[in-house]
């Protein structure tokens, strides 16, 4: 089977069907050429979305992203009957069902794409895929592996020298990679967020449409997958509320008020350990920072002070991103003047002495949060998080992807509507029910 041009294919992964439809049609007006009833979709609306789309776009070519795993043949002929033309089979699946699926196409007239998800060695299964009778090769780069930044399409030219399939290639892609990902060998270019995400859908799917045709890179609307030397830049972008979502509601370090607002900074962290008072941490602290460094005190919640407009001084100096102060902090109208990023426990005018004690660089607890030297810290007006020096790079790109959803969401506010109807809250209350 020949593709004789690369097929753009949106895939809806939403949960509620009107969001879905109202953006398929956005998406086909951009040119798109295959629609996408994602899984997410099938799962929450069941095969009602599949003919819903079918209903809604009678000509367009209906994809059914069922996962199949099991009773092949029942699964691929239900989605068909529901109005899908292609209908995916997961390459993990075992081989016998991968084969009732084919059987089940032919018989219902619907494709089959096999999906090469978490599949090692594609190469025995791609084979024995082509002598029983599937359609399509479909590689998926997981959503929650793009959030860790990798994004290649090795894979895709390895499958391009081993088979005639068609190869569909999802996960990541937009205009600034889709022409890259057709140069691999894909011909089918499976676009996800960058579409449904968008608050322009038909412009983001046009642009696509537009770079697979010509080869071209076009830059993308949507933010490229964060990568370790970018993260201060994603983190400029969106809000510590943004962050705690990501970090699945991650609590905030509380006990802490900002000097001022609006206010807002990034940073690793440069944690220092001292009592209440003892400034002599907290300064030496200045002198071992790096520009773009935050500073993070933990001085038992208590005065005296340990930080005030000299040492802020010091840091502006240095070129440091913020001060936080679990603990005194004092000279505040004269760091308000400065506009030094600082948060603290308690004001006071009174000094501490510089007595050496405590530690730099050292693990240190607040209000139940461990913050370890190299750690990443946020604050704005919402308050302070600490993501982990080890999960950052992940944080930040779901940070992103939070971002550029609430984005889409208040485009679909303003046409006229409500967050409780877009989202369709009632539907998705918890129902009460017995606790196990």
């Known amino acids: ?170 996960g990541g892609i937009n205009s600034s990679n889709a022409a890259d990902a057709v140069k691999a060998g894909a011909s089918i270019i499976i676009a996800g967020g960058s579409i449904t995400k968008s608050t322009n859908a038909k412009k983001a799917a046009s642009e696509i449409k537009r770079a697979i045709t010509n080869r071209i890179k076009i830059k993308s609307q949507e933010f490229n997958r964060v990568k370790t030397h970018d993260v201060l830049d994603a983190l400029n972008k969106v809000s510590v509320a943004n962050i705690s979502d990501a970090m699945h509601r991650g609590l905030p370090v509380n006990g802490l008020k900002p000097l001022f607002t609006p206010v807002k900074f990034s940073g690793k962290a440069i944690t220092v350990r001292t009592c209440p008072g003892d400034w002599a941490k907290p300064v030496q602290a200045i002198d071992l920072a790096n ?41 505040v109208a004269d760091i308000r003047k400065l506009k030094f990023p600082a948060f603290a426990s308690v004001i006071t005018p009174q000094a501490g002495e510089p007595k050496g004690l405590g530690e730099i660089n050292v693990p240190i607890t607040i209000s139940g949060i461990k913050i370890m030297p190299g750690d990443w810290i946020m604050a704005d007006d919402d308050g302070v998080m600490v993501i982990p020096r080890d999960t950052v790079v992940e944080t930040a790109n779901r940070a992103m992807d939070i971002l550029e959803r609430e984005n889409r969401l208040r485009v679909e506010i303003k046409r006229g509507s409500t967050l409780s109807k877009v989202t369709n809250l009632l539907k998705w209350e918890k129902k009460s029910g017995c606790e196990a």
């Not at 084969?99 to 018989?107: M, Q, S, T």
């Open 291 to 331: 520009p773009g460094d935050v500073i993070v005190i933990d001085a038992a919640g208590a005065g005296p002070a340990v930080w005030g407009e000299l040492a802020t001084t010091s840091a502006m100096q240095k070129k440091i991103a913020g001060v936080i102060v679990y603990g005194a902090i004092r000279d």
């Open 1 to 170: 089977m020949e593709i004789n041009k690369p097929i753009l294919q949106v895939a809806l992964d939403f949960v509620d069907l009107k969001r879905a439809i109202t953006l398929a049609g956005e998406a086909l007006s951009g040119g798109c050429d295959w629609i996408e009833a994602g899984t997410p979709l099938i799962k929450s609306e069941g095969l009602n979305s599949i003919r819903e789309l079918r209903r809604n776009f009678p000509q367009a070519v209906i994809v059914a992203d069922m996962k199949i795993m099991d009773v092949g043949r029942t699964e691929v002929e239900i989605a068909a009957k529901a109005g899908a033309n292609i209908v995916c089979v997961l390459g993990c699946a075992h081989i016998e069902t991968i084969k009732e699926c084919v059987e089940a196409g032919k018989n219902y007239g619907a494709k089959i794409m096999i999906d090469l998800l978490e599949v090692k060695n594609p190469t025995e299964l791609i084979k024995t895929a082509e002598k029983i009778g599937v359609d399509y090769i479909g590689v998926h780069i997981p959503i929650d592996e793009q959030m860790t930044g990798k994004i290649s399409f090795e894979m895709v030219s390895r499958i391009a020298k081993i088979t005639k399939l068609p190869i569909a290639i999802a």
